[in-house]
């Protein structure tokens, strides 16, 4: 989206920086079944310089089962252009610790790349690469468009950075933020977005689907949230300037597109595709 030039793939997986941990903040309640941690690595003496909406590449140590070194993990970047700590030297992930059971074996597998760095101490050594992506990025004019950033899990991180750099830059349009999530426990940053509130066009809205339910009794998703607040989107939708941002698992598009396709005209619902941005895995 943006005209000015973005740094890529400063870093190779064959000329990787070697980092330190900042810090490792666990993100999840103690009762959440889930382990999201959020990590803080120190880009100093590097020249890693990134923007929101970019992701960083961590190389887990060791080999895999053929003997190779395992291969690179990409993980959105949390922090704004700024820095984690405001100096231009420290990025941030949000990585969820993948745990699960083989379905052939019955044995527990843990991902090589989450556990990794779920498990890295302050101090610890990461080789990274990156910055990584072009498309998803917030545009040049920032304080131009309208907002409409839907996550889930850790789909929230991207939005971390861009609304922390929009907010910095004096954003005064509208701006929403709508986050699917399981359990309650496992609503991420939220203290920080809730302080956003205090801006009377930013909304932060959550979808808890294991917790809340619909008028008919099933499950609430992303969408629903779209559905429910269709009177105050329908202007900031078919307003022409405004951008909608899509991140997480894989297959959140459908309800979504489906959603869009049933508050708006046809006509509305076609430009409004063209001013969708998706980023899932």
């Known amino acids: 989206m943006s005209e000015k030039k973005i740094s890529l793939n400063t870093y190779k997986v064959s000329s990787p920086w070697t980092a330190t941990v900042l810090e ?76 699960y059971q083989d379905p052939v074996t019955g044995l527990e597998k843990r991902g090589v790349g989450s556990n990794f760095i779920c498990d890295l101490k302050k101090g610890d050594a990461v080789r990274i690469t990156g910055p990584v992506g072009n498309r998803f990025l917030l545009p040049e004019h920032v304080n131009d468009p309208s907002y409409i950033f839907i996550a889930t899990g850790t789909g929230i991180a991207p939005f971390r950075g861009m609304l922390k750099e929009l907010f910095q830059k004096g954003f005064q349009n509208h701006a929403w933020l709508i986050f699917g999530t399981p359990y309650r426990s496992d609503i991420l940053y939220e203290k920080e977005f809730q302080n956003y509130e205090t801006h009377q066009k930013f909304h932060f809205v959550t979808a808890v689907s294991r917790e809340d339910k619909n008028r008919d009794g099933t499950k609430v998703y992303v969408q629903h949230r779209l559905l429910e607040h269709q009177k105050e989107l329908v202007p900031i939708l078919t307003d022409t300037k405004t951008l909608i941002y899509i991140c997480g698992l894989k297959g959140i598009e459908k309800g979504i597109y489906e959603t869009l396709q049933s508050i708006l005209s046809p006509t509305a619902y076609e430009e409004l595709r063209k001013r969708i941005l998706v980023e899932v895995y």
């Open 24 to 99: 490792n903040i666990k993100l999840t309640a103690d009762s959440s079944p889930n382990d999201t941690r959020h990590v803080v690595i120190n880009l100093q003496g590097s020249s890693y310089e990134y923007v929101e909406g970019q992701s960083v590449g961590i190389l887990p140590p060791g080999i895999d089962e053929k003997g190779k070194p395992h291969a690179v993990r990409l993980y959105s970047i949390a922090s704004h252009r700024r820095g984690e700590k405001g100096d231009a030297q420290s990025l941030s992930v949000c990585v969820k610790r993948v745990v």
